[in-house]
């Protein structure tokens, strides 16, 4: 599968931005899709996962502040960030998984990435 992210920018401290991506699989409803990061320090978190079987999965970071969300018809997952903060800051990679149980943790492995898109947000 084919991923390609957009919609990354530099934004200040609490400011709002929203991130797509866009698939090219053919069963695309049953992927389980999902948005990594990967910090400034070089470690890579996972952020939101999202799936028809398990609905979604957040980590506590962003929790109450990102919205992931999916268009199976326009083969699109996509991660809504508001009140962003410095620490949000780093490299976003979408991510699927043909196998819907991946999404039951954030710590599983996905079988599929994009390239990444630069996220940076400023005090």
């Known amino acids: 599968v084919q991923l390609a992210e957009s919609g990354g920018v530099s934004v200040l401290f609490g400011g709002s931005l929203i991130l797509s991506c866009v698939a090219d699989?053919?069963?695309?409803?049953?992927?389980?899709l999902a948005w990594f990061r990967q910090t400034v320090a070089l470690l890579m978190e996972g952020v939101a996962s999202?799936?028809?079987?398990?609905?979604?999965l957040y980590d506590d970071s962003v929790k109450g502040r990102f919205t992931i969300s999916r268009d199976d018809a326009q083969k699109t997952v996509y991660l809504q960030m508001n009140g962003l903060k410095p620490e949000d800051s780093g490299t976003y990679y979408c991510?699927?998984?043909?196998?819907?149980?991946?999404?039951?943790?954030?710590?599983?492995?996905?079988?599929?990435w994009g390239k990444g898109i630069l996220v940076t947000v400023s005090s």
């Open positions: 999202i799936s028809t079987r398990f609905g979604t």
């Open positions: 991510a699927a998984d043909s196998l819907p149980h991946t999404c039951r943790s954030l710590y599983n492995h996905f079988e599929d």
């Open positions: 699989a053919f069963t695309y409803s049953n992927y389980c």
